[in-house]
């Protein structure tokens, strides 16, 4: 059964925290965390470069010793080492360390001092009031454990979600297997998927195909199959071994475009577009567009909403948020796409903490086509990602001006992601930030600070005039970090007076903004930024994340920055 890169990463997670737990070398720690790091990023499976017995020391950041341990978590699923480890220790520490604000030193104390070793010991401690006594914990420490652990509970009911970019993972090569089996003749993987949400619960695979195609068969014997739900003529449903439910649905070629509108939802989209046929006498469902007993439609998506008086609505509006609304007021916005981005305004090399050069990253965005690419390392205080001081930025401009100087048909953007320290300042000088094409600023650190606290401190760093574009607005992470406290309606009325603009970070664990704030950027007037945050290569790929979450808010090419000629986006970036 084959192994993704996200779950290798976790191994050498897993193992990382455990070795942290049991105190063992720093730096042995960090050479697992690295290779989590490096693999959770490639867009290449790594099973599959096993398979094919390609030499993984290829992967940058990737010697020997890994390329081993990769090996043979594909061949077995886990290490020996993570194995001894969770006897030594005990195999629930896992689910401890999921708890938000426990990470492995927490956990250690936990350990150490009490003996806790699971979900159910710490919750008990905790409500006995035990918790609060441990150093570095405390009364507040205590009932946020609770809470948690009470969501744990309530999450685990409504199931796991997975991350858009993981779910691709999974279903690419599945939809490439089915099809190229002998009479499927039309595919398409519907629901959430489709709609391009940041998570997906489960994936709805729909599939139009003659009379005794053996589509079904070749499903439920699909390698990646841990378990058959259900087994069906024209529905099946099964468990991946990672987890996912994955549905199949096959359909006749007369029905395929009612049933796709179907299973691609939303719910609320189908309730929407079934009220607007009950009107005109019509009947609608996976099978077409009925009247009395005719159908009259269903062959195609088109066909469908043109009964119903309807133009095609892209599937990432499908929330019933205004888009019926507005194909019958025929005022659809005409989405961006991928296909109008013509630069990424937010990379790092191996400047600060990215992982290739800045000349390979050049050549890439140049492979995509693109027109410039903003150097973005960190600056200063980003200790952890070897921020750039004044005379290390120096010396990259000069590197810029060089490379610009001999690359045809890309320009390479000076530029910096300065720090916003607590109090709201950036930690390098104006004079340096004089000559930078690009300025963009995130928050790093202090994420818990009040509302109020946070939304001045992100304020005062945009009152600075060289001041662009604010990353990552809310700081979260997709399934693992909530948003920091934030007036963001505030935030966004604030650039708009000052001429600084919002980026939506197309990072898949973070797309940050996420779709409904895009929505109300666009409404409040301000222009969105649509990039990567890349630290490799493979990175810059990102940028199709970020696309899927603007079109489902609503975002047309005009709405967002990186679509314009560096020659208008250099007047976007004057400040008022
Ligand atoms: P997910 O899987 O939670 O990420 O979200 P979806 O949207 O993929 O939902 P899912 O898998 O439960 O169902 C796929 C689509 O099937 C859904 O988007 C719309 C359609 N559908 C499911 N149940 C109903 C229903 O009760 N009524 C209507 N009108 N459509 C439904
Ligand atoms: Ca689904
Ligand atoms: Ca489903
Ligand atoms: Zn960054």
Redesign the pocket.
Known sequence: MPVHNSDISEVFNRTADYLDIKGENPFRIRAYRNAARIIGSLSRSVADMVAHEEDLTKIQGIGQDLAGKIKEIVKTGTLPLLEQLKRELSPELSALMEIPGLGPKRVKVLYDEMGIRSVDELRQAAEEGKVRTLPGFGAKTESVILEEIGKIKETKKGGL?LKLAVAEQVVEPLVGYLKKIAGVKEIDV????R?R?E????L?ILVACGQSCPVMDKFVGYEDVEKTLSRGKTRSSVVFRNGIQV?LRVVPEASYGAALL??????AH??AI?KIAQKKKLKINEYGVFRGEKRIAGRTEKDVYKQVGLPWIEPELREDRGEVEAAQEKRLPRLVRLEDIRGDLHVHTTWSDGRSSLEDMAEAAKRLGYEYLAVSDHSKHVTVAHGLDEKRLSQQIKEIDRLNGKLKGLRLLKSIELDILESGSLDLPDRVLEDLDLVICSVHSKFNLSREKQTERIIRAMDNPHVHIFCHPTGRLINERRPYEVDLERVMNAAKERGCHLELNAHPDRLDLDDVECKRAKEIGLKVAIATDAHSLDDLRFMRFGVGQARRGWLEPEDVLNTKSWEELEGFLKRY
Do not use: C, E, L, Q
Not at 262 to 267: A, V
């Open positions: 979600r519907a629901g959430s998927y709609r949400r998570t997906v619960g489960d709805d549905d179907y299973f691609t939802g939303s719910k189908n309730i079934r």
